[in-house]
């Protein structure tokens, strides 16, 4: 399985790809706190009181971003506040102004969907936000940042940028990952990623912009962005296809990437092919890479449930699909919200007890009529308990639970197993150590310029 994130890496760079998987370089999207925080905010923000606001077809000037964060200044004290704390415990240091940034960044995004999204269409009917879709018919998965729904299947896709102010432009990693994310909204709504028929728009929303991505994209984009899932896929499935550097690194050439650990595996890779890279290395090297293609492989057994359910449901269709899979103590199916204590929320179901383990980690899918299951709003939660009739579950963040009551309230739920993925920190350590072998043991101690 690949992510949307890991297609639009390949995308950009497949060499940029490959520090990821096998060789395990953290080439850092950077951790934005303060865009991570406003993110936080619009997404719960944007099916609130945007939404609100958008139905009163506002005028699209400032008076209405005051008013829109007027609404949501409740919503953003509690969000500031629970990271604030959270950040603290984990021992990170703040920022100086990080209240103030994270509010102005909300600020700019409000004014970029009001600008870009708000005055040009009429008010969706839906709003969903941070939705996993799992296509398995061509291993794709994605969280999508927001999906609007109108009447008779149209829909809009938009992705917050965050984190860094710069506009967004077409051609970069933002274009990819848009393209390969709008694939999964096709899958979802038509069950085919080229059916674009429903599909109003698909736009970046950036500090005071928005960016509007050409819908469908140019027969060229597209076929690189599978061209670079083929690949990406390649890599994980163990093997080693080829990768051409791009003729300007878009992303280290800007002196902001990897570009040492690059030239560092470049290099390597340079004199293993002559035959010149020392023994002891050489040793390191392979032992290694062995362990991180371990990894990878336990990373792929990390999607087997959702293969299994997927089998399943094609084989016998999805009913019959559900109630087998519940015989066999793999799913639980028809539970419905029911009692909300703090960031838990007791299920109710039929009376009979299910059994997953204690703190296991589940996705909680909401039945839609006429959209693939592993498509259907779902949220991630965790096992408190499980009681005759009622299964009692735990999100890991206030909004996240107020979100899941809120998407998932009107629907039957089925309980499926799910994993934590920690390949990315499990190779992290193996590529640490590569790294300082290498600097000690290659002739010269730098590779940079070799
Ligand atoms: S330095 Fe160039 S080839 Fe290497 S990862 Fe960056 S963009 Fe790709």
Not at 190 to 209: M, S, V
Not at 262 to 288: A, D, H, S
Not at 420 to 442: E, K, S, W
Request: with cysteine.
């Amino acid at each position: 399985m690949v992510q949307s994130t890991e297609v639009a890496t390949a995308t950009v760079c497949p060499f940029l790809f490959r520090l990821s998987y096998p060789f395990g370089a953290n080439f850092g999207t950077g951790v934005f706190q303060v865009g991570i925080v406003a993110h936080e905010i619009l997404s719960e923000a944007l099916p609130g009181p945007i939404l609100d606001a958008w139905g009163t077809n506002p005028s699209a000037d400032d008076s209405t971003v005051r008013k829109i964060m007027v609404e949501m200044a409740g919503l953003n004290e509690e969000t500031l506040t629970n990271n604030i704390e959270e950040m603290t415990k984990r021992g990170f240091v703040l920022r100086e102004h990080f209240r103030e940034e994270v509010l102005d960044q909300a600020r700019g995004l409000v004014q970029g969907i009001l600008d870009g999204v708000i005055s040009k269409q009429t008010a969706p009917h839906r709003i969903l936000t941070e939705q996993t879709i799992t296509n398995l018919k061509v291993h794709l998965e994605g969280r999508l940042d927001a999906l609007l729904e109108w009447g008779g299947r149209q829909y809009g896709v938009l992705d917050w940028k965050t984190g860094n102010l710069d506009p967004i432009r077409s051609g970069g990693y933002d274009q990819w990952q848009m393209i390969s994310n709008v694939l999964l909204a096709n899958y979802r709504y038509h069950g085919d990623e080229d059916d674009f028929t429903g599909l109003r728009f698909a736009k970046g929303i950036y500090y005071q912009g928005s960016h509007n991505f050409r819908m469908p994209p140019s027969p060229m984009a597209l076929a690189k962005v599978k061209q670079s899932r083929s690949y990406a896929l390649n890599v994980l499935s163990d093997r080693s296809p080829p990768a051409q550097k791009p003729r300007f690194c878009p992303v280290c050439d800007g002196c902001t990437g990897p570009v040492d650990d690059c030239y560092f595996y470049r290099y390597e890779g340079k004199l293993l092919r002559e035959g010149t890279l020392p023994k002891p290395l050489w040793n390191i090297r392979r032992q290694l890479m062995r362990q991180a293609y371990e990894v990878i492989r336990e990373r792929a057994v990390t999607h087997k449930d959702k293969f299994a359910i997927q089998k399943f449901v094609d084989s016998w269709g999805l009913d019959e699909a559900l109630s087998e899979l519940e015989k066999a103590g793999i799913i639980a199916t028809g539970y419905r919200m029911g009692e909300v204590s703090g960031r838990r929320v007791t299920l109710h179901g039929a009376g009979e007890r299910r059994f997953f383990r204690q703190r296991a980690p589940v996705r909680l899918v909401g039945l839609e009529s006429g959209i693939p299951l592993l498509a259907c709003v779902n949220e991630s939660a965790s096992i408190v308990e499980t009681r005759l009739g009622e299964i009692e579950v735990e999100f890991s963040r206030k909004p996240l639970t107020r979100r899941a009551i809120k998407e998932l309230k009107d629907l039957p739920i089925v309980v499926l197993p799910s994993e934590i993925n920690l390949t990315r920190r499990m190779l992290q350590p193996l590529h640490i150590f590569h790294r300082m072998a290498g600097d000690v043991m290659i002739p010269g101690g730098t590779v940079l310029g070799g």
